[in-house]
């Protein structure tokens, strides 16, 4: 994959939206977003077969406008799936299981430190997330804003490596996180939330890199 692939990274589950989530997730990519994550999770996600309905209905819609559909957390629905690939945090299955399993597909990681990044990059991950740089509301277990020093750490270490920030992130302040060295930015409520949608992607991809 390449960097400019993760310039506006959409992250959505049914939870996220007021409105019909696929009615959102097709505003989202036809406004432009090049990458998707299905995130369904929390105490008023789907479940069992309508979480497998909705999960294909996302793929469906992802192939339709050729960006990468990615699953988060759930390597099985990932695998059952074919999905283009996954997304790991770091209380997940070990990434040399996952990246056997995700031959030839893409592996993201969460990192929040030196040594996970390294390990994410030396393990075969395509990219990672580093976050939350700002307080965020969309995820409750979220750990405290970190802001950008370990971000602009990440990239000077590792100069031409993906790397999409997430955490709070809005059409404001999504400049600075650029500037300290993001590929892109990831986002849930900025889009899911938004009342011009076409709008807020369009602002997410004029960022000064």
């Known amino acids: ?43 008023k996600g789907l479940k069992g077969n309508e979480y497998i309905k909705f999960a294909k209905q996302c793929q469906k819609l992802c192939k339709q406008y050729n960006v990468p559909f990615i699953v ?10 074919n999905a283009d690939g996954a997304h790991v945090g770091q209380d997940d299955l070990p990434l040399k299981y996952i990246r056997k399993q995700f031959e030839g597909k893409i592996v993201g990681v969460s990192v929040h430190t030196e040594e996970e990044m390294y390990a994410a990059v030396q393990g075969g991950a ?11 509301i969309s995820k409750p277990d979220a750990k405290p804003a970190a802001g950008v020093s ?14 999409v920030a997430i955490g709070g ?5 999504a400049n600075e996180v650029i500037r300290a060295g993001a590929d892109g930015v990831a986002v849930i409520s900025a889009i899911s939330q938004s009342r011009d949608r076409k709008a807020t992607v369009q602002k997410f991809k004029k960022l000064k890199k």
């Open 169 to 173: 992130i809005t059409t404001e302040n």
């Open 1 to 43: 994959m390449k960097r400019s692939d993760l310039e506006v990274y959409f992250i959505m589950g049914a939870e996220n939206c007021k409105e019909d989530p696929l009615i959102v997730l097709e505003e989202a990519l036809s406004a432009g977003v090049t990458f998707f994550q299905f995130r369904e999770k929390g105490d």
């Open 126 to 136: 395509d990219y990672v997330g580093i976050g939350p740089i700002f307080e965020t």
């Open 150 to 163: 370990f971000l602009s750490r990440a990239r000077y270490n590792f100069p031409n490596f993906p790397i």
């Open 72 to 81: 988060n957390d759930d390597v099985d629905l990932a695998l059952t799936l």
